[in-house]
């Protein structure tokens, strides 16, 4: 996962973990991609002991110095790093897959790698916007003519960073494109807009290929991104039939995967993402409805 350091008290879902694993006297330890060793055969990581979450210390966690743990000897390992993807991302889920068969590891490191948040979810089309992933300036240009307003983002984004919505008249469109082109090795994605996302981002929780709770994102009122990271409004929602409708259509893929804890983004009955490496919204969710999802995945996991 990311530095504890980093990380929000109030509203982080992986510290919502950690509360409940130490709730139960769980042995938690914490560790870095960069952390991850292979020696010998064993997969190894520096790692801290945390001993406490307490809002009340500052750092609000007290823990151990760096000590070496064979990673076999876990019972359950936590892949917890937010996107976006770096080759020491990708080489930690190289290091990890060598001991997935004997380790639970939520979610399965060589899935996680093979289902990227925006890539994922183009294998279920026609729950999807009209969606392109190119370099292609032509593709480029013909799918602004065809769906006039559309969306801009980055691949491997997270968080609402990067996103940009440009009309039909837009002028900046070619200056945008040109700054997607030069500055970034990897393709980009361009998406119809939705105009449904006035009405909010719907956030779906699914563990084990079930939907378990759920948050709606509501944008600020100068911006399109309903993300919590840049100013969306978390506000309480039911899961609805149709919502449910695309939850069954995807559980039965996720649990083949052995991705288990899912976050999935939902725009007007169309699906946005499907989050493998890091879904949040454990707090917002039992803030809103009162359901302890950390409480119920680790009993699913135990």
């Not at 803030?287 to 135990?302: D, G, P, Q, R, V």
Request: proline fraction near 5%.
């Amino acid at each position: 996962m990311d530095p504890v350091e980093v990380l929000n008290l109030e509203d982080d879902t992986t510290v919502a973990i950690i509360e409940e694993c130490l709730l139960r006297n769980y042995n938690v330890w914490h560790f870095l991609p960069k952390n991850v060793s292979y020696i010998d055969g064993e997969v190894f990581a520096h790692s801290k002991i945390i001993f406490e979450i307490n809002k009340n210390i500052k750092p609000f966690f007290k823990s151990s110095d760096l000590i070496s743990k064979n990673l076999r000897e876990m019972d359950i390992i936590f892949l917890r790093q937010d996107p976006p993807f770096d080759m020491s991302y990708i080489t930690s889920t190289y290091l990890l897959e060598y001991i997935e068969k004997e380790v639970k590891i939520i979610n399965r490191p060589s899935e996680v790698r093979n289902a990227p948040e925006k890539l994922f979810l183009n294998r279920w089309k026609s729950l999807t916007p009209k969606t392109i992933i190119t370099k292609n300036l032509n593709e480029i240009n013909s799918f602004r003519k065809k769906h006039k307003n559309i969306i801009l983002k980055p691949l491997y984004g997270n968080g609402g960073n990067g996103i940009f919505f440009l009309n039909q008249n837009d002028k900046n469109f070619n200056s945008l494109v040109e700054v997607f082109l030069d500055s970034r090795p990897e393709h980009f994605i361009m998406q119809e807009y939705l105009p449904d996302i006035k009405l909010g981002d719907k956030r779906i929780i699914l563990i084990n290929g079930k939907p378990e709770g759920a948050i709606n994102r509501i944008p600020s009122e100068d911006d399109i991104r309903a993300n919590l990271h840049v100013g969306g409004k978390a506000t309480r929602t039911n899961i609805s039939n149709k919502e449910m409708k695309i939850c069954e259509n995807i559980g039965p893929e996720l649990i083949k995967r052995g991705l288990v804890l899912v976050g999935i983004d939902i725009i007007g009955n169309k699906l946005t993402e499907i989050n493998v490496t890091s879904p949040t919204g454990f707090r917002e969710i039992k803030k809103f409805s009162n359901i302890n999802l950390a409480e119920k995945l680790i009993n699913s996991l135990t």
